[in-house]
């Protein structure tokens, strides 16, 4: 590769789960770091960092679709400089290098703080790639948050050790690691010092974290949690994605305690089933699933519940993907995920017998959605009529109207003079399938 002209823009595109949005902001506080500005929207940009997933199917076709669309017709001196992050480019580094020339740099999830020093050797012609896992390493070389925004995400656990036998992100993102509780409050201060009234937590397992607190005690993310609700400033606390296993009394607790852990749980079950949770090696039942949610609704009965379903699974039967159907005729789930098996590379279900058509998987996934798109739509109606606090995230589509969201996180629109970051009081006076209506009765 010949030497390039050094980037002045740059533009990062996020592909896959929330913690890759995470990951991506930070790469763009490490090239604005290094005198980068990013790229006015619309504009292009001297280094785009495609900051990939790789859950499902066609995610890594469509890299090098992306790839050829940036390169085309373009002489290498004008074409912008690539590089490939994200959990495709540790799953398929080496091969990215090989069947895309385009591409200057391909960096792992756990690597991308040593972005800069790959960026130098860019510009100097040499390609690099950099998929090592260094355990914590880089939040400790990262710049400090600058980001406003009223909504913020913070990574707070990484990793996976589950092993479900349909999923990649064990292999992709690493062992189970917890950030230092000290760190997680330091980086929570930043971001609420540049305007954030909402913290995500984040984790592939975030009820996995655990720490020590100041005085040395073990906390899990129930201590962690109550230690941000102390911090003014911030109104509201989030976390996902959670898995029924390491969930704890504390956590549990925690809900019917702490105003500012907003009542809304992401819990994925895969499946009602128990054969297919046991061939997914999920390690929990469908009963011991809905015995978890019923003590939710016990201490905050109006939680909003959400979850992730995987239909097709190898060998999953009629009668078994039925099941499925039955656990959400009886969760009544306020908004959930589903997706078609995907058979990924490497994991031990892509080459078990019984396969499912594609045909079938698309019947059941449509019956599936219709079931979920059908209780979302009664949980936003039964919201009709109460009054909640909004906070408001972005303009709306029509001059004067906002978007916000509501402790449930339903997206709730509303009109008036208000602006980004305000905590308003609203009617809810209509609902829609995946929205709100909402009337401001004042703000804070
Ligand atoms: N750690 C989280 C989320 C992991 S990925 C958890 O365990 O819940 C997000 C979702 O993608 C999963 O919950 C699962 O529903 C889906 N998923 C993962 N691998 C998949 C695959 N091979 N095919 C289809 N869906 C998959
Ligand atoms: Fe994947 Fe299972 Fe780990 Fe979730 S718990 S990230 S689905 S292996
Ligand atoms: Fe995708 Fe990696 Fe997240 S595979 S879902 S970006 S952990």
Redesign the pocket.
């Known amino acids: 590769m010949k030497p390039q002209i050094s980037p002045k823009t740059y533009r990062v595109k996020s592909?896959?789960?929330?913690?890759?949005v995470y990951d991506g902001e930070r790469m763009g506080e490490l090239l604005s770091e290094q005198g980068l500005s990013k790229a006015p929207d619309g504009e292009d940009a001297d280094l785009v960092v495609l900051?990939?997933?790789?859950?499902r199917e066609k995610?890594a076709e469509k890299i090098y679709s992306d790839i050829g669309r940036l390169t085309k017709g373009k002489t290498q001196q004008k074409a912008p400089m690539i590089a490939v992050a994200?959990?495709?480019a540790?799953a398929e580094g080496e091969e990215i290098m090989n069947r895309a020339p385009a591409v200057s740099m391909v960096v792992g999830?756990q690597a991308y703080h040593r972005l800069p020093e790959m960026l130098d050797k860019a510009v100097k012609g040499e390609r690099a790639t950099d998929t090592d896992m260094p355990a914590i390493a880089k939040f400790d070389s990262l710049p400090e948050r600058k980001r406003r925004s009223p909504t913020a995400f913070l990574t707070v656990q990484e990793g996976c050790d589950k092993f479900c036998t349909y999923c990649?992100?064990p292999y992709?993102?690493g062992a189970e690691i917890s950030r230092p509780f000290s760190d997680l409050l330091g980086e929570a201060h930043k971001l609420i010092e540049t305007g954030a009234r909402e913290i995500t937590l984040l984790g592939?397992n975030v009820n996995a974290w655990s720490g020590e607190d100041e005085a040395g005690r073990a906390v899990g993310l129930a201590g962690l949690i109550r230690a941000l609700a102390r911090f003014d400033g911030l109104e509201r606390i989030r976390y996902t994605t959670s898995h029924p296993n390491d969930m704890d009394d504390a956590l549990i607790a925690a809900h019917g305690e702490i105003d500012k852990l907003m009542p809304y749980l992401h819990l994925p079950v895969q499946s009602g089933n128990d054969r297919v949770l046991k061939a997914m090696n999920r390690s929990h039942t469908a009963e011991g699933y809905l015995r978890l949610l019923e003590r939710f609704r016990e201490v905050r009965p109006d939680i909003a519940l959400s979850g992730d379903f995987i239909v097709g699974f190898p060998g999953e039967t009629e009668t078994e993907f039925e099941d499925t159907l039955k656990l959400v005729d009886e969760v009544r789930y306020a908004q959930a995920y589903s997706f078609k098996y995907s058979p990924r590379p490497g994991t031990p279900a892509a080459t078990m017998d019984n396969q499912i058509a594609k045909e079938v998987m698309d019947d059941r996934l449509q019956r599936l959605q219709a079931r979920i798109d059908r209780d979302q739509f009664a949980f936003n109606k039964s919201k009709a009529g109460e009054t909640c606090s909004v906070l408001v995230e972005r303009k709306g589509k029509h001059p004067g109207q906002w978007l916000g969201k509501s402790p449930w996180l339903q997206s709730v629109w509303i009109e008036g003079d208000v602006r980004i970051g305000d905590m308003v009081e609203v009617d809810l006076v209509e609902a829609g399938p995946n929205s709100l209506r909402g009337e401001l009765l004042g703000s804070r």
């Open positions: 592909f896959g789960c929330q913690m890759n900051n990939t997933c790789h859950i995610a994200g959990c495709v540790q999830p990649v992100v992709t993102r592939q």
